[in-house]
């Protein structure tokens, strides 16, 4: 059972004292995948060429910054972790990794949204997990990251579902005063979805453990 106070209260918790290196590194975050996207989007024009290289620069740009937001947010919902402005380029390491797991979710969210609206939903409820995974272990597979993502949320996908929309008034909030509130919701919101993760995988190894103990 995944308790929504307590996962908020702990990223508040880790939060605090450290809120100036959390609100300037998202917002760093936030502002080189918009620079770049716009930037992309004005160089590209009409030119088909263009606009395809443009697209794959993009893609690749938040496939990385996508795993070192998650890696950022672990050190911050990690008791005694050690967040970094570094921790946001950390996806550069595993380019080829993120990239790949980027487009595979991609496809099976797209194709789950052709089928039927509520498969697509409850792919990307599924898949959800797979750039925290790799952000935690960047040893393991593209393959690795999804099979634990779709495993780790096995019971876990209305909780998910729910602690997402509990957001949505915080960020409604944020963006009235010319979304500066978002400076501070949005650390405070990928910080939550971390401390979710790290608290859905210990329940998973814990679970897998037992298991391999029985045979």
């Known amino acids: 059972m995944i ?18 290196l959390a609100v300037g590194g998202f917002f760093l975050a936030t502002l080189i995948l918009e620079v770049v996207g716009q930037g992309l989007n004005i160089i590209s024009g009409k030119s088909l060429p263009l606009i395809l290289i443009s697209f794959l ?18 050190n911050y919902a990690t008791n005694g972790g050690t967040p970094a402005i570094e921790d946001l380029f ?7 990794k993120a990239l790949g797991v980027y487009f595979l979710v991609l496809i ?46 096995k019971g876990y996908k209305f ?5 997402s929309l509990s957001f949505l008034g915080w960020l409604i909030l944020g963006i009235i005063p010319l979304f500066i509130g978002l400076l ?16 859905i995988k210990n329940n998973y190894y814990a679970v897998t453990e037992n298991t ?4």
């Open 57 to 74: 620069a993009t893609t690749i740009i938040t496939a990385v910054m996508s795993v070192g937001m998650c890696r950022f947010a672990l």
């Open 108 to 153: 099976i969210i797209v194709i789950g949204f052709i089928l039927l609206i509520v498969p697509g939903i409850i792919l990307s409820f599924m898949f959800s997990q797979v750039f925290y995974i790799l952000a935690d272990d960047n040893s393991k597979s593209i393959i690795d990251c999804l099979k634990e993502s779709a495993a780790m949320m």
């Open 159 to 163: 909780n998910y579902f729910v602690l």
């Open 90 to 96: 950390s996806g550069f390491k595993v380019i080829l």
């Open 212 to 215: 391999n103990s029985e045979f």
């Open 3 to 20: 308790n929504r106070s307590e996962l908020k209260s702990h990223a508040k918790d880790e939060l605090r004292g450290k809120w100036g």
């Open 184 to 199: 501070w919701v949005i650390p405070y919101m990928n910080v939550t979805m971390a401390s979710f993760y790290l608290n």
